[in-house]
């Protein structure tokens, strides 16, 4: 029997706030621990808190960029559990009026398009961190984060594929990031999912049991994820068992999902208005002005590097799923790069450095690509060598035609040079002459070759290639 899944997604992305939700510590990242707290976010009695103003304007920019309506009355509630990294015993959240509500995102997978619905966008405030020591045989418990706020992004169970899926995450990353509503720092736990996925016989209605797999922090783990659970309920539906409803947990090292708890329901977390807080009231002003504000989204800016720039569809999708390569493009675009060949290196040489050396930002402004670009278009470096000045502007900013001197990349464009080279090839490769003149083009790229390997890379292969065809009087 064939199988549908269907997949629904709680996102939370913490925001870009520079204090708290409630409290004005800090949000830094990597602070010493236990250093970024106070009695309100540590959860002291007899404290009140009080809403950052900032942590709603962000949640009405993320809903407004994924088509959402935003409420004009909105509160905020307790969810109760007990748990040692949430020092009130409850975290505030938000239960039945959510800051936006019905909305959707456009997503491309398999070579099709298709509309996400997205349930709801909700503030929130993250818990703190447990940190297990083995060798002590203790917990530890770091507050910095207790009190960063977060948005929770919850989708219709409209996504049908590991495939769907990471487009649809990849789309909030890109999109989270252009606002400036998250940074979306996946290994700091800034941008983490949980996947709730159930099985279903092809042509059903009714949607099956599902689970949720939490607190999945990165792209690849998700897709492995829902492999693995997409699997085991097959295999549990088609051996007459039933699936339990329960919370997993992915090991994704192991590349396996355990229960951790069977399924709390809503009633479990007893909500209930926070009292200390008053009600969010949001006018059409402040939306309007937000709305203003907002900038070209992924979408608009692909759109325009196609029209504007001949791109590829694909080269387009790819640098703007990133503000910051589109940005870095867009400069060396300004300053006189072609466009294809900006979008070629970008692709290329510099995404793979990038990654090789787990950096988010290319370290070298957009005048040095150009300038390297223009040493290939001038003939004073190949390509290959162009890789070589790339790789070490990855090392630090430096003057590419500087760097091609010193590491002797300069070609040589010399014709009486060269042409003493070329006669040389000639002489020592009678065999490939003949074939040349055989008309076998094959040959002819031998002959190149060798020329350039006697030079050892520094010939101009172009240079080359016209002496030799000169000199065989072709
Ligand atoms: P909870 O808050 O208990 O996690 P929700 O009803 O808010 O439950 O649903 C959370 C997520 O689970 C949503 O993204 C929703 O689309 C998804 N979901 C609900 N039912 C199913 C199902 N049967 N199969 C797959 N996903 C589902
Ligand atoms: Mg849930
Ligand atoms: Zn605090």
New binding site residues.
Partial sequence: MDYETIIGL?IHAELSTESKIFCSCSTEFGADVNTHTCPVCTGMPGVLPVLNKKAVEYAIMAGLAMNCNITRYGKQDRKNYFYPDLPKGYQISQYDLPICYGGYMEIEADGQQKKIGITRIHIEEDAGKLIHDDFLGVSLVDYNRAGVPLIEI?TEPDVRSAGEAKAFLEKVKSILEYTGVSDCKMQEGSLRC?I?LSVRPMGQKELGTRT?IKNINSFSAAVRAIEFERSRQIGLISAGKEVALATLRWDDENGIGYEMRSKEEAHDYRYFPEPDLAPVVIDDGWIEKIKNSLPELPDARKERYVSDFGLPEYDAAFITASRKLADYFEKAVELGAPPKIASNWIMGDISRLLKDRGLEDIPFAPEYLVKTTDLIEKGVVSTTAAKRIVAELFDGEKDPEQIAKEAGLIQVSDESELALLVKQVIDENPKAVAEVRAGKEKAMGFLIGQAMRVSKGSANPRIISRLVRKMLGL
């Fill in positions: 709680e919850v949980d709730n949720e």
